[in-house]
């Protein structure tokens, strides 16, 4: 029997101009690159038959001959596309998963050293400034550290024209004076602890109304840092717990710090550092941004997706042997 007479049963069917996209006539689509995969895996198949001796008629034997070949190089081409399509997807997941924990490892080393909390700030009221006399200090010990701030408030505005603005001056006994204090990891990260405080006192005329006293306090939520280097930045997010002007401020307020001089803050939280003439912004009516997710939640979240992954693969191994 000819051997060459017989054929692999691969035909094209449709092919787009740059000869890239072809249809099987299986079903599947694949590249040109897969059907040259396929017909050389055709030709070994044919060789590997045609070396072998067969006698007999053109007839029954070489119909049962021509039987055997066509389904063997059929299994091989579609076993072929089969695995080229699940490697395909199988590639798309692997990077899935590789995206999903470079993601993890950004965001669970992006908070080092203390990124601001609110880079972009706009300007809310009720807004009081302070500067005269403003110092910072960062005390470091045993992994843990405490940031302190104290200046002088002198304005409160209520709104941006002038009309709104109130000058802050001293109580009846000469107290003006404005404390932060928060408790921080030695990557920036505040620290849960009775310590951490904010308070205000002094004593202010709006609307014809006169407060005097313990102005504002609250406890610090959330603290960030930047490093700037003459010009750092550390500012706060507050959940406000009382005071004259607690009504004013609402449920939460934010403060940014802004050193002007002497600064010797480097970014890093494992060691002290002091700055001078600090001045503040204490804003009203903050709106917190969203929490990021715990480690804990991103490795159930990258987890999730491995799982699903390995589901999927599974899937299509099954697919496939079904197919045969």
Not at 223 to 250: E, H, P, R, Y
Request: net charge neutral; glycine share 10%; hydrophobic share 35%.
């Amino acid at each position: 029997m000819n051997m060459s007479e017989l054929r692999t049963p691969m035909r094209v069917d449709s092919a787009n101009q740059d000869g890239m996209q072809v249809d099987s006539v299986y079903g599947y689509k694949s590249s040109a690159e897969t059907l040259g995969m396929s017909r050389m895996a055709s030709e070994r198949v044919m060789n590997s038959l045609s070396s072998q001796n067969y006698s007999g008629s053109r007839g029954q034997n070489s119909f049962a001959v021509k039987s055997r070949v066509l389904s063997q190089v059929a299994g091989r081409v579609c076993g072929l596309i089969m695995d080229d399509h699940e490697g395909r997807i199988m590639h798309r997941m692997r990077q899935s998963l590789i995206f999903s924990l470079i993601g993890f490892m950004v965001a669970t080393s992006g908070i080092a050293r203390g990124a601001l909390i609110q880079p972009n700030t706009e300007r809310k009221y009720p807004d009081i400034a302070a500067d005269v006399n403003g110092v910072v200090n960062y005390n470091y010990s045993n992994g843990q550290g405490t940031f302190t701030m104290r200046n002088t408030p002198f304005l409160l505005a209520t709104g941006p024209d002038a009309a709104q603005e109130a000058t802050i001056l001293p109580t009846a006994d000469g107290t003006r004076v404005q404390n932060v204090s928060v408790a921080l990891d030695s990557t920036g990260n505040l620290v849960n602890s009775t310590s951490n405080n904010y308070s205000l006192y002094g004593s202010t005329t709006v609307a014809g109304q006169t407060f005097t006293g313990l102005l504002l306090q609250g406890t610090p939520t959330s603290f960030g840092a930047q490093d700037n280097g003459s010009f750092d930045m550390f500012d706060l997010g507050i959940k406000v717990t009382g005071g004259a002007l607690a009504d004013a401020f609402g449920s939460n307020a934010y403060m940014l710090i802004r050193p002007e001089l002497q600064s010797s803050f480097t970014g890093a939280f494992d060691s002290n550092f002091t700055a001078q003439k600090a001045t503040s912004n204490t804003r009203g009516n903050y709106t917190p941004p969203a929490p990021v997710p715990e480690p804990a939640t991103w490795m159930i979240l990258v987890g999730g997706g491995a799982g699903l992954a390995m589901f999927n693969r599974r899937r299509l191994r099954l697919a496939a042997q079904n197919l045969e």
